[in-house]
């Protein structure tokens, strides 16, 4: 099996980008390790503390974000790092070509019941005329992504990214202690009988998502015509990995449950990498009114709706929408 860094090579990445890459996966590496010992640890359960987001933190989440925060800061190639633990962005190096956004711990409410967990990145190139301290610098729509992926801590540790040149999927192979490709140039079916949705919020959806849901469940009695399962893992990455895996329609709606944030999602740390993977996948990443990547950010912590998958049936969902 080819090894990760003759594959990011053979799609001409350029050196200090592989870099980058090869540190970011040294901490994931580090992360799948404590997953799979934290039970035996003191890294279980909750903090008293907050993040950003007003999520509370579980152990797990802080011993990653700073484990993340320490090896990139250290590496000198990052300018700045965004994380969505910390409260604004942290400077690097003042000269670094990258910054890299993150989130260090993806479904992190998984982890007491030992489910799937895993770590999102995104890299941008980093503005030149802009000091390192200055957070302004993460406001780059998705379109300006460079790198983004992935890492799923499951049966196997997972790679799944991109560089612009398709989505890959690599394996964490424990025999060396690198990752290996597995699958080059991931295609995501254009049609499904698939949906990831978090149904407990049905009642305070907008009447578009309403409608289409209701149509899906309808199944072949339905205006539909066929029959839909429902799949819902509660950790994007892991929904997300299902449907580039085999197709499926991944979506967090907007909703009227908190008047003040309708959204859930956050831009930078997850919508924006995964829309990423699924269009160079060939699938569609939208929200209601537009392309996610098309969004000129306002806010490093900006949250948006999502709706992405198999391209058929995103563009069937946002048909209620007309």
Known sequence: MQRLAPALREDNVPTDLISLIETILAATKEIS???SQAHLGDVMG???DENIQGEVQKKLDVVANDLFKDILLESGLVKAISSEEEDTSVSGEKNGKFIVSFDPLDGSSNIDINSLIGTIFSI???PADMNASDPDMFKQSGNKQICAGYVLYGPATMLVMTTGSGTHFYVLDRTHGGFSLVERNVQ????????AINMSNQRFWQAPMQDYISDLLAGDT???GKNFNMRWIAAMVGDIHRVLTRGGLFTYPADNKNPEKPFKLRLMYEANPMSFLIE???GLAMTSQG???DIEPTDIHQRVEVIMGSKNEVEACLGYYK
């Open 124 to 126: 941008h190139e980093a």
């Open 46 to 48: 909750s903090t008293v």
């Open 280 to 282: 160079q996948a060939g």
């Open 291 to 293: 392309r996610i990547m």
């Open 33 to 35: 390790f404590l997953v």
């Open 222 to 224: 339905g205006p539909r």
């Open 188 to 195: 995501v079916p254009q049609d499904t009988q698939e949906f």
